[in-house]
């Protein structure tokens, strides 16, 4: 597609539920990117895919958290038994290998957790 | 703490002034990138400047970089009141795998 694609926009879940958050990325891009992003903070790094290289997961916070990467294209970031503390704006981001323009981000999922 | 710092955390300006916004780090980069939010969604990318730049022009953006001194300014020119939005610096870090976003700078541009 023209951009990044991110799905739910908005979600509500009742703490302890699971939740997965959908990316898909500018179309030949092969790398792609989770971050969050709190009330008025700055961006937290979650989660990196290259290609077919093992994916750095040095970002996530605990083992709640996980991503996978389908076909080099769709990522899918789940969190299981939500918590409080995991109400945030998750925002998806791919580059080319260049990186000469940047990141495209998508327009991120709300996750609230009540 | 892995994040830069931009400086100041809110600037309100009138429409037509000129908005400085900075940013320091604390390591070696290959690059530093400025982007912009808006209510807080997705990140827009403005500009990219080199660690061998010291300045780079994009229509009424100026940024600069002094990597001796990790620090980095943007500079808006003629500002608008669509202007007004969240701004953030990312470091791109030699050795690194993602971009380190600093804490951003909330401008206002009144009307």
């Known amino acids: 597609g023209a951009g990044v694609s991110q799905s739910p926009s908005n979600k509500v879940t009742e703490k302890g539920k699971d939740v997965e958050l959908r990316c898909d990325p500018i179309s030949g891009h092969t790398a792609l990117y989770w971050y969050r992003q709190s009330l008025g903070q700055g961006l937290e790094f979650l989660i990196y895919f290259q290609g077919n290289s093992a994916p750095d997961k040095s970002g996530l916070p605990s083992d709640r958290f996980s991503a996978e990467r389908t076909g080099g294209s769709v990522s899918t970031l789940t969190i299981q038994r939500t918590q409080q503390e995991d109400s945030a704006v998750y925002l998806c981001?791919?580059?080319?290998?260049?990186?000469?323009?940047?990141?495209?981000f998508g327009s991120g999922t709300r996750l609230t957790v009540v | 703490s892995q994040q830069g710092e931009e400086d100041p955390q809110a600037l309100s300006i009138q429409e037509g002034e000129n908005a400085t916004m900075n940013c320091s780090y604390k390591?070696?980069?290959?690059?530093l990138q400025w982007y912009r939010q808006n209510s807080g969604r997705g990140l827009v990318h403005l500009i990219l400047i080199r660690s061998n730049e010291r300045e780079k022009h994009s229509g009424r953006l100026r940024v600069t970089l002094d990597t001796s001194k990790k620090s980095s300014s943007l500079l808006i020119t003629a500002s608008r009141a669509a202007d007004t939005a969240s701004y953030f610096c990312a470091t791109d870090r030699t050795g690194a795998n993602n971009l380190f976003f600093g804490t951003g700078t909330r401008l206002t541009v009144i009307p």
């Open positions: 390591t070696s980069i290959n690059n």
């Open positions: 981001a791919s580059s080319s290998m260049t990186q000469a323009g940047g990141y495209t």
